[in-house]
């Protein structure tokens, strides 16, 4: 789903809100969240997952068309680890495995 697609559907479930008025809370949930990670915060949302920011450390990688060494400075990445009631909801509605998934491991 993408984000225009989350705006689309929630304007149509709640059809008392405007579009804009929607964007605007979406837009603003998605700012509240990036600027708790950037300032190092964790963001749980219950039932749903938390947010979090891990840091890599300096490493030496290499260029995959060359083959030669190449320095990779310090980062933070953002992390997400799913909720309980998110792993057992998409366990639950999709009971076994994808059917394409299935036949490349049968």
Known sequence: M???ELIAELA???PHLMQRD???IVATVFDEI????A????VELRGFGAF???GREPRVGRNPRTGEPVEVGSKRMPFFKA?????????KAGAG????????QG
């Open 12 to 14: 149509r479930l709640n």
């Open 52 to 54: 979090s920011v891990k």
């Open 34 to 37: 990036t600027a708790a990670l």
């Open 2 to 4: 993408t984000r225009s």
């Open 97 to 104: 495995p994808r059917p394409a998934l299935a036949a490349a």
């Open 39 to 42: 300032r190092g915060d964790r």
């Open 22 to 24: 929607v964007e605007a």
């Open 83 to 91: 909720g309980k009631e998110l792993r057992e909801r998409i366990n």
